[in-house]
């Protein structure tokens, strides 16, 4: 009968065991796929920020103002080709409508 129990408690005790190994191990995986990750993490705020200093100096109103100019063929409002519209008065707005 006592050898019967040793056997049990032996059987235990190597399960106890080997369940201690796997645990250990899941726990150093996860560990490491946690280190990884907050590599990452760093990685791309990092690149998060560069993107954001590199849109604020690609909005400056120069480079617009130069890109508007050369692509757009855009220019400034000068009194030259500036026209001006007054406003009608209720009885010209009649009218003209019906001319």
Do not use: C, D, W
């Not at 990092?46 to 200093?53: A, C, G, K, S």
């Amino acid at each position: 009968m006592m050898t019967r129990l040793n056997l049990v408690l032996l059987a235990a005790v190597v399960a106890s065991g080997l369940y201690l190994v796997r645990v250990q191990y899941e726990s150093r995986r996860l560990y490491a796929e946690i280190e990884k990750v907050q590599n990452e993490f760093r990685r791309l705020e990092v690149e998060h920020e560069r993107l954001q200093v590199e849109k604020h100096a690609q909005a400056t109103p120069l480079r617009v103002e130069k890109l508007a100019r050369e692509q757009l063929h855009m220019r400034g409002a000068t009194p030259a080709i500036t026209q001006y519209v007054a406003p009608a008065s209720p009885g010209t707005a009649a009218t003209g409508a019906a001319q």
